[in-house]
């Protein structure tokens, strides 16, 4: 029989964490034990795996004792702090939060485009920011055949990707606003419902949010591409899941809407859907619970020189976090 592994789930109640169980069921991952982890909250709740219901434990410095594999989504502070202990354990850590990712010593890996970097790790790996993610899947194939110089973009993000406290707010939003009563709100500074907020994450010096840095200093290390540029206005809608990302890229080379089409409809985790005269083009409805990435709205840009506009939308929760995760373990 092949090898089974003890893989421990951090962040097991939340958004990404129920769906990094889902995905490991789905995708068969050799899952010889599964510890899920939360905090003191959620001791005692079960949640179901390969049709057993597994019993959520409180997370402690113990937890990963005999853990192979431990999959983090609870947020950076939690991972500064519980990471190293699981490390020490002797488990490898494949982090989803942004505490890693600039760190050196910690490969940031999206298997599609980088997953030869998997073998530099030295205990963690680093998930990407959803949105860089799903925009690098579609503009690394485009990178490979026409070298990116820079890119000007605007994000479409889903409330699911704060966390299922944003994705009930939202909800109770809607249903408060149809009802004629006042929408009340705790999780975002301003009403979501029937808004859009240009203000993902906190604001950095320089008048950009983290959020939207995170495309440049991430895209740099997972294309090796060290003088990559990239200006990014990263806006929450209301959508409950998947993010959508309109980009303008400028490139080295000369570029065609059809050699551009080719690359992108054999690029790995990525569909093709560019028939606008159908009103086909990706929408965060229609990609939400699917492993691919979608792509279309290709077209030549009419501002920048060797210049292609295009608009991805991928399931932030999947290729964005739980499955890029899951398929980081399956190359470890
Ligand atoms: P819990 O449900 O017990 O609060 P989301 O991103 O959807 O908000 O989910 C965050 C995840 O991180 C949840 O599983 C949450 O568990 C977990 N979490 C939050 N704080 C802690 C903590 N102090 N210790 C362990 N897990 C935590």
């Known amino acids: 029989m092949s090898r089974q592994y003890t893989v421990a789930v951090v962040g097991a109640t939340g958004a990404v964490g129920v769906e990094m169980i889902k ?5 068969n991952f ?12 959620s ?51 494949v982090d989803n939060s942004s505490e890693f990712r600039m760190d050196p010593d910690v490969p940031l890996v999206v298997p599609e485009i980088n997953g030869a970097d998997v073998k530099l790790h030295k205990g963690i790996l680093a998930n990407p920011n959803c949105t860089t993610a799903i925009t690098l899947m579609a503009l690394n194939p485009l990178h490979q055949a026409f070298g990116v110089k820079r890119v000007i973009a605007s994000s479409y993000q889903a409330v699911s990707g ?20 006042p929408a009340e709100k705790s999780v975002y500074p301003h009403q979501i419902a029937f808004n859009v907020l240009p203000h993902i994450d906190s604001f950095l010096n320089n008048g950009y949010t983290k959020e939207e840095m995170k495309m440049q200093n991430e895209a740099r290390r997972i294309l090796h591409l060290p003088d990559f540029k990239a200006s990014v206005t990263c806006v929450r809608v209301p959508v409950y899941r ?8 400028e490139f080295d080379r000369p570029v065609s809407v059809d050699e551009a089409r080719k690359v992108l409809a054999s690029a790995p985790g990525l569909e093709l859907v560019d028939d606008p005269a159908k009103n086909s083009y990706p929408l ?13 709205r290709i077209r030549i840009d009419c501002a920048f020189e060797n210049g292609l506009a295009f608009w991805v939308a991928g399931d932030q929760l999947l290729k964005g976090a739980a499955l890029n995760a899951v398929q980081i373990a399956e190359l470890i």
């Open 162 to 181: 704060t966390g299922a406290q944003a994705i009930a707010e939202l909800r109770s939003q809607v249903e408060a606003i149809a009802g004629g009563r």
């Open 30 to 41: 050799p899952v010889g034990k599964l510890v899920l982890l939360a905090s003191a909250r």
């Open 43 to 93: 001791a005692g709740k079960t949640l179901p795996f390969k049709g057993e219901l597994v019993t959520v434990e409180e997370l402690t410095e113990d937890s990963f004792v005999g853990v192979d594999i431990a999959l983090f989504s609870a947020g950076s502070g939690i991972s500064r702090k519980f990471a190293p202990l699981a490390v020490k354990s002797g488990a490898v850590v």
């Open 242 to 249: 998947a993010h959508s990302i309109a980009v303008t890229a």
């Open 23 to 27: 995905v490991l069921e789905r995708r």
């Open 284 to 296: 965060p409805l229609y990609v939400a619970e699917k492993d691919d990435c979608q792509v279309g």
